[in-house]
Structure formats: C-alpha cells, structure tokens
C-alpha cells in the first residue's frame, strides 16, 4: 500500500485517538466530581447522624425531665389533697365546738343557723331571702303568744326553721304543727307555701329518712356552718 493510501487511515486513527483521551479526560473529571460530590454527603450523613445523635440524647433528657415533673406534680396533687382533708377535718372541729358553745350558750340560731339561711334557701330553693327574722314572736289578741326561731321570707315562699341541740323524730312531727301555728299567728302568710327546715348539731339516719319523707330541709353542722344532710336531687314540700 502506498504512503498516499495510508495517510486518510493514519489521520482518522489519529482522530480517534484525539477522541478517546478527551473522553477519558472527561471521564476522570467526572469521576473525581462524583467522588468529591461523595465525599461531601457521606460528611453531611455523619453531620446529620451526630445532630441526631445529640437530639435523641436531648429528647431522652426531656423525657426523663417530663418524668420526674409529672412524679412531682403527683406528689404535689397528693399533699394538696391531704392538706384539702386536713383543712377539712379541722374546719368540721372547729365548727363542732362552736356549735357546742352555741347551745351551751343557746343561742345556736343566732350563730349558726339564721348566717346560713341565705346560703341555704338559694341552694335549695333557688330563691334570694327578702326578709329574716330570728326569734320571731307575735301574740294574739287573746293573749297567746308564739316564738319561732327563725322565718325567711323569698319572693314566693316562707321557710319557717325549727332549731333542736338534738333532733328527734318527735320535733320532725311537731314542725307539721308549728306550720300550722305560724299561719294562724301570721295571717299575712296563710296563702304563701311554707317550706320546714330543720337544723340540729348532728342527725341520726332514722331521724334524717324520716323528715325526707314528710319533705323537710334538714340542717347539721358542716364544712360551711350548717349543711344540708337531705339526699341528692331532695325536693323540699311546699305545705
């Protein structure tokens, strides 16, 4: 073959040649980028894993943290509630020895009953007292004469009390009576229903299962002075 015939071989090998190495260059500048690029990410993985690292860390100290404030504040709840029973436990001493002196003194109504007549007739009736008297007497033209311990006037109602030291199924019986009188001593009242209550130091249940059925409100010594000692849902009588 002829030195004319091997040149366009020669030059296009050469061409190739030329080809080759520029996409080998390119190649190793492409591979050393990736591998570069790598290196980068696995350095941001292990950045990534450390941050997560510390923040498990973090977050199991905010869990323990969490822990130990939800034990204090059971420890908390716990010494409320027995500071709530002790506080309640005194103040139904303190209120039992008043109520000693109160009758050995007799004056139970003044102190302990006409102060939670308000409270009471609100709670149980709904209704705001208009006018209260205690040791209500009022004497007849012929002559006779009648105390009530304490009369409350509502809007609607009159709540005539009966206050006993100790309260027997007898006085349950008896206010059936004193309603009577008080319309017969207080005409003014005799259109107007009369609720009964009844307020003692301490009730036995008979006597408490008793005034429930004839519909009187029944009062003792509580946590607020007198309380009401009538079951949930106690709906008083209207006489």
Known sequence: MTAAALKPRVDTLEYALQVLAEQAACTAAEVA???????EFKDEMREFKDEMGE???EMSDFKNEMSDFKNEMSDFKNEMSD????????????????GEMANKLGTIVEDLVAPSLPRVVHEVCGEEIIDLSVRRKRKLPDGRVQEFDAIAVT?????????????RSADV??????????????????????????ATLA????VLRHANRLGF???????????VRNPPGFVPRRW
Request: with cysteine.
């Open 33 to 39: 980028r990736l591998s570069r690029e790598m290196r």
């Open 217 to 227: 409100v029944v009062l003792a010594i509580g946590d607020e002075l007198m309380e």
């Open 155 to 167: 809007p609607s109602l009159v709540c005539l009390n009966s206050t006993k030291s100790t309260l």
């Open 55 to 57: 923040f498990k860390n």
């Open 203 to 206: 009730v036995e249940d008979s």
């Open 83 to 98: 500071f709530k029973d002790e506080t309640r436990r005194e103040h139904r001493e303190l209120n039992r020895k008043w």
């Open 173 to 198: 019986d008896a206010l059936v009576a004193e309603i009577d009188r008080l319309r017969e001593f207080f005409p003014e009242f005799r259109t107007i229903p009369v609720i009964g209550i009844l």
